[in-house]
C-alpha cells in the first residue's frame, strides 16, 4: 500500500471508497461522498490524500480549511477519512490520518479539527477543547489537535461544502 496526493483522475474511485465506507454507518447521512466533491469543486481541499493498492484506491482522506471565531489561523478540519469495507482494520485510516498530519505541519498548519469518535482519534493527541465548540455537535465527539502551544476559543466553521447533501 501507497499514501499518495489526489489526483484528478481518482475522483471517481474515492467517490466508491466514500459511499461504501459510510454505507453502514449509524451516525452518517450518507452525504459524505457529496462532501469530499463540493470540497474538490470550490478548491477547498488543502490536502487529499489516497491509499493505493495494487493500482486501486482503497482509501482516501480530506483536510480543508476552518474558520475560528477567536481568528485563529491556519486550522483545518479533518474529513471525510474512508477505507474501502474489505479494507478496514488494516491500519489504512492511521496511515492516512498520519500521513495528512504530517502534510498539514509541513505546509504550516497550526492545528487541525474533526468530528469523530474520540476512542479512534485519540491516538492521534486529538481531544475536546474546553472553549473550542462546533455548533450542533456533542462535545465529546468534536476534537481537535494544536500543533503549537496556542489553543484557540470559540465557534469553529467547516467549510460550506460541508452542507452538501446531493451532486456539486
Known amino acids: 500500500m501507497k499514501i499518495r496526493s489526489e489526483s484528478v483522475a481518482d475522483g471517481p474511485a474515492i467517490d466508491e471508497v466514500t459511499t461504501a465506507a459510510f454505507e453502514h454507518h449509524p451516525f452518517s447521512h450518507q452525504t459524505e461522498a457529496f462532501i469530499v466533491e463540493a470540497l474538490r469543486v470550490a478548491g477547498a481541499l488543502a490536502v487529499s490524500l489516497v491509499a493505493e493498492e495494487a493500482g486501486r484506491v482503497i482509501g482516501h482522506i480530506a483536510f480543508s480549511r476552518v474558520t475560528i471565531a477567536d481568528g485563529s489561523s491556519e486550522w483545518y478540519g479533518a474529513g471525510p477519512l474512508s477505507v474501502a469495507p474489505a479494507c478496514q482494520r488494516r491500519g489504512i485510516g492511521t496511515a492516512l490520518v498520519e500521513a495528512g498530519l504530517s502534510r498539514l505541519k509541513e505546509q504550516g498548519a497550526q492545528g487541525c ?54 451532486p456539486a
Open 113 to 166: 479539527c474533526l468530528v469523530g469518535d474520540p476512542l479512534y482519534y485519540k491516538r492521534f493527541g486529538f481531544r475536546s477543547m474546553p472553549g473550542l465548540i462546533h455548533e450542533g455537535v456533542p462535545h465529546e465527539v468534536f476534537l481537535a489537535l494544536p500543533f503549537g502551544p496556542r489553543l484557540p476559543q470559540g465557534a469553529v466553521t467547516f467549510h460550506e461544502g460541508f452542507g452538501a447533501t446531493g
